[in-house]
């Protein structure tokens, strides 16, 4: 079982930068692949980023690709979004996700445990 906690999400302008992290509890942290995806008003979940659980492979949305970046920290039991170059179209809540062993998924029904949320909005 893994519980997640994001957080760093907020109200930035358009071409800020913002770093989100997840925190999981468990001792275990560094077996799982982690996931991030975000989800708009009035929009299905969407995948933005993913790192296997070696960390030696990572996964992109092409929307994202350039601005985003993910990293995992196993000490810290942490990942991270950071991303740069926002723009009013990255406006969401920001999961995150878990997958026991598993590869940089980009496919929700991968994932068995997910976060709250974090709301991350962009103005223009």
């Known amino acids: 079982q893994v519980q997640l906690v994001e957080s760093g999400g907020g109200l930035v302008q358009a071409g800020d930068s913002l770093r989100l992290s997840c925190a999981a509890s468990?001792?275990?942290?560094?077996?799982?692949?982690m996931g991030w995806f975000r989800q708009a008003p009035g929009k299905e979940r969407e995948f933005v980023a993913a790192?296997?659980?070696?960390?030696?492979?990572?996964t992109y949305a092409d929307s994202v690709k350039g601005r985003f970046t993910i990293t995992r920290n196993n000490a810290k039991n942490t990942v991270y979004l950071q991303m740069n170059s926002l723009k009013p179209e990255d406006t969401a809540v920001y999961y995150c996700?878990?997958?026991?062993?598993?590869?940089?998924?980009?496919?929700?029904?991968?994932?068995?445990?997910w976060g709250q949320g974090t709301q991350v909005t962009v103005s223009s």
């Open positions: 996700a878990a997958d026991f062993r598993g590869s940089a998924w980009s496919i929700s029904l991968r994932y068995d445990y």
């Open positions: 468990g001792r275990t942290f560094s077996s799982y692949a």
């Open positions: 790192i296997s659980w070696t960390g030696g492979s990572t």
